[in-house]
């Protein structure tokens, strides 16, 4: 069973609490609780990824699509139809659900790379509809003008105000998905994993399993996508291509893929990558990550929360 430590947990929380006071103090790092924000977006999809990749073993190269289909539900229904933020995130979570169902059912019975190409080609033709329905989502241009968020008269209109917004949404997230991994799902998930044989041999419903946390993956990402939108007040499709699903692949690879905290490790240390530390290798950024995700592959196969296990063993040879 997954055993949440309080000391890790109690660290996060006043770390997450107090950056933002500490950084508007420090001119060097007054941007940095921006960054936090898109840290914390990445933290909600990566989540549902850890969960779906790293504890059921299924491969997905689609979910900047339902990242889109989150973001766009928000965007059309509050610009075009003047419908409640908070209800439009509840909608673009459902609509999420229910094509996570749809393209789940016949894709999860794949394997291996056939699975990767399926959910790969799902992302590309979502992208493609957000390009060329202009109509409805502003084709390449993209769609302006969303709302932020309240909450009965109380504005999120500051950094320091939706960064403690999303981070309490990525508490909820996480503090769920340890009980769902620390239940009987998570646990057929876990011998999905291992062996499909031997799950089906002790009578787990390996489709519904899969179709369950693929489902509840797409939940998150399309809430993450909500969170985006409401935030930018812009979106256009290039946010959701295939290049940033492989993106989130890499952030839990870079944490580590087979716990959630490596999840949020690896969007945290992401989020500073692309939006601070490599934006200025330009169109050739994009090689570093790979060269970042081989070496970790090779030298670090747990990420880097396992990086402290690794030394305390070295210590004790």
Known sequence: ????????????????????????????????????????????MTIGMSLLMGYAGQISLGHAAFYGIGAYASGILTTQYNLNPWLCILIGSAAATAVAVVVGAPSLRLRGHYLAMATLAFGIIINIVFREEAEWTGGPDGMGGIPG????????????????????????????????????????????HASEAAASAMGIDISRSKIVVFAFSAILASVAGS???????????????????????????LGGMHTIWGAVVGSVLFAFLSFEWLHQFGEYEI?????????????????????????????RR
């Open 1 to 44: 069973m997954l055993r949440i430590r309080k000391a890790p947990m109690g660290v996060g929380a006043i770390f997450i609490l107090l950056f933002p006071w500490v950084a508007e103090r420090l001119p060097a790092i007054e941007h940095y609780p921006d960054l936090m924000v898109f840290a914390g977006i990445y933290c909600l």
């Open 149 to 192: 968020l309240d909450i009965f008269g109380y504005s999120f209109d500051s950094i320091h105000k939706y960064y403690y917004l999303v981070w309490i949404v990525v508490a909820i997230a996480f503090f769920f998905t340890i009980r769902l991994i620390q239940s009987p799902t998570g646990r057929a998930l876990r011998a999905i």
């Open 227 to 253: 969170l985006y939108a409401h935030y930018m007040n812009f979106i256009n499709p290039s946010t959701f291509d295939t290049l940033f699903s492989i993106k989130l692949v890499i952030m839990i690879a």
């Open 287 to 315: 090689v570093v990550y790979g060269l970042v995700l081989m070496m970790v592959t090779i030298y670090l196969p747990e990420g880097l929360v396992g990086l402290p296990g690794r030394i305390a063993q070295r210590v």
